[in-house]
């Protein structure tokens, strides 16, 4: 059973960077049939999507945060990370990995159907 | 950039159909999906590919996509499936969230 465990500093000071990974473990992450990425919650607010990267690099942003986030992937130790740099109090938030199912002929799809447990980050000096 | 919109609150009785909608321009022409959220919990997806449920999904949630309307149905709710939903659709290389609607079973 596929099982995804953010991990990374819970505080992080204003304008520095945030860094979170992403252990993939019971399934390799090597795999063109899977993205995987990153999700975000404000305290009582909604989903956003930042970014997704396919085992090969191939990376997908969130125009709104693509100036501050990278996504990358380490194959050799099945993970996958977040950079968000220049971070303020609204990147205060819970912060989720998932693995993504893609494809389709006529249609695209893309939808997330294992998630971690998800980890907060709070940004305050 | 592309938009999905959802209600806030949907209020349903124990038993009775829920219907929870998600607005996008020819949303129709895409597919949408949609996930459970509990308090504390990380979402869980119930819909996939507009109408498709993944194994251990009750069959008391259905799905639909036509036009600009993706539909969330939940036939004879329960108190368990009293939660937060969201759609999710991808366009131009982007995935898009709905806002979320609060389902509340009284």
């Known amino acids: 059973q596929l099982h995804l465990q953010e991990s990374g500093p819970g505080l992080v000071k204003p304008s520095e960077i945030l860094s979170l990974t992403c252990t993939v473990s019971?399934?390799?992450?090597?795999?063109?049939?899977?993205?995987w990425g990153w999700i975000r919650q404000p305290p009582g607010k909604g989903l956003e999507w930042i970014g997704s990267?396919?085992?090969?690099?191939?990376?997908y942003y969130n125009p709104s945060l693509k100036s501050r986030a990278t996504v990358s992937v380490d194959t050799s130790k099945n993970q996958f990370s977040l950079r968000l740099n220049s971070v303020t109090a609204a990147d205060t938030a819970v912060y989720y990995c998932a693995r993504a199912c893609h494809g389709g002929n006529n249609y695209y799809y893309y939808y997330m159907d294992v998630w971690g447990k998800g980890t907060t980050v709070t940004v305050s000096s | 950039s592309y938009e999905l919109t959802q209600s806030p609150s949907v209020s349903v009785s124990p038993g009775q159909t829920a219907s929870i909608t998600c607005s996008g321009d020819k949303l129709g022409d895409k597919y949408a999906c949609w996930y459970q959220q509990k308090p504390g919990q990380s979402p869980v997806v119930v819909i996939y590919?507009?109408?498709k449920r993944p194994s251990g999904i009750p069959g008391r949630f259905s799905g639909s996509n036509s036009g600009n309307t993706a539909t969330l149905t939940i036939s004879g709710t329960q108190a368990v499936d009293e939660a937060d939903y969201y759609c999710?659709?991808?366009?131009?290389?982007?995935?898009?969230f709905g806002g979320g609607t609060r389902l509340t079973v009284l």
């Open positions: 019971g399934g390799p992450i090597s795999s063109s049939s899977y993205y």
């Open positions: 590919q507009d109408n």
């Open positions: 990267v396919l085992y090969s690099g191939t990376t």
């Open positions: 999710q659709a991808w366009d131009s290389s982007t995935v898009v």
